[in-house]
């Protein structure tokens, strides 16, 4: 499904947008392009992915620049329309790790850290095209008192800055890849006999893979902990490297000392076995090599 095949069309006469399986074929489906506002035609052949497009070529290469992504432009207003008050989502796991170079160890040792593990929830009092941090987001919804946002990303739309880091530490950013839906999920849908609505909902709801984190309230504090638990780790493998090398036997020549104060002889490894166990000093010991 190229860019300008467009699922969703915006119905000229009521100003919501239609999926290509509800309107008329051709031009009779009324329908304009979300982008450039020029008139579709549905097309509804029995081989290829039913699809909107621009009623003239011709008038599709002078808005071609307007409306290059009018596929996700659509895709993004219908999600908009479709999503009620209450919307069920799954959402991935989200782990992360940090580094520190050991010199005990001689190479870097990692200490991996996770902040909340894969779930379902419920967003409640959902809102759409709401602004957050500034930033015009695509939902706002809430998860008890904390705040989620939802941001939806393709090509030619990255995450704006402004959430990566927000004011207001209590609320998660989560991003959602639209690019599967035009690649896979869109091209199935004629053979699974489903629409593109029903197939966009259950995408957005349990699709894990397109989902990623930006931002969660707990991140800060299980980087810090993970933190001070790589430095123990460094520590307490130095300490242990260090207890392993007192315990090291010194390589040397073994021959026999005497002690010139109490006689005793005995056998040892130069250096350091020259020390006489009764008088339990090394100043009167003397070797015979």
């Not at 450039?36 to 081989?47: D, S, Y």
């Not at 379902?120 to 015009?136: H, K, M, P, Y």
């Not at 839906?181 to 197939?199: D, E, G, M, P, W």
């Not at 390589?251 to 490894?269: P, S």
């Amino acid at each position: 499904m190229n860019f300008n095949l467009i699922p969703f069309g915006l119905e000229a006469n009521s100003g919501t947008l239609v999926d290509i399986a509800d309107v008329p074929r051709g031009s009779k489906c009324g329908c304009i392009c979300p982008a450039c506002k020029t008139p579709l035609v549905a097309r509804q052949g029995e081989e290829k992915e039913w699809h909107f497009a621009h009623a003239s070529r011709k008038v599709y290469e002078k808005t071609q620049k307007e409306c290059e992504f009018s596929f996700y432009l659509s895709v993004r207003m219908m999600a908009r329309q479709i999503i009620d008050n209450e919307f069920k989502i799954k959402l991935p796991e989200y782990r992360d790790s940090v580094s520190q170079y050991g010199s005990a160890q001689g190479y870097s040792v990692h200490e991996s850290f996770l902040i909340t593990e894969a779930k379902e929830i419920f967003l409640s009092n959902v809102a759409v095209e709401a602004i957050f941090e500034g930033v015009a987001v695509d939902l706002v919804g809430y998860i008890n008192d904390f705040k989620f946002v939802v941001y939806f990303t393709h090509p030619g739309r990255a995450v704006p800055q402004e959430l990566e880091s927000p004011s207001d530490h209590h609320s998660g950013v989560m991003t959602i890849a639209l690019d599967e839906l035009r690649n896979t999920i869109f091209r199935q849908v004629k053979n699974k006999n489903q629409s593109y609505q029903s197939a966009l909902i259950e995408y957005l709801s349990n699709d894990v893979s397109s989902k990623q984190w930006v931002f969660h309230p707990r991140y800060q504090r299980c980087h810090q902990q993970a933190l001070e638990r790589l430095e123990e780790k460094v520590k307490s493998d130095a300490r242990e490297k260090k207890v392993q090398g007192r315990k090291q036997v010194p390589a040397g020549r073994r021959v026999l000392f005497e002690c010139v104060m109490c006689k005793t002889q005995w056998q040892g490894f130069l250096p350091g076995g020259n020390k006489c166990l009764k008088c339990n000093t090394h100043l009167y010991t003397r070797d015979f090599e």
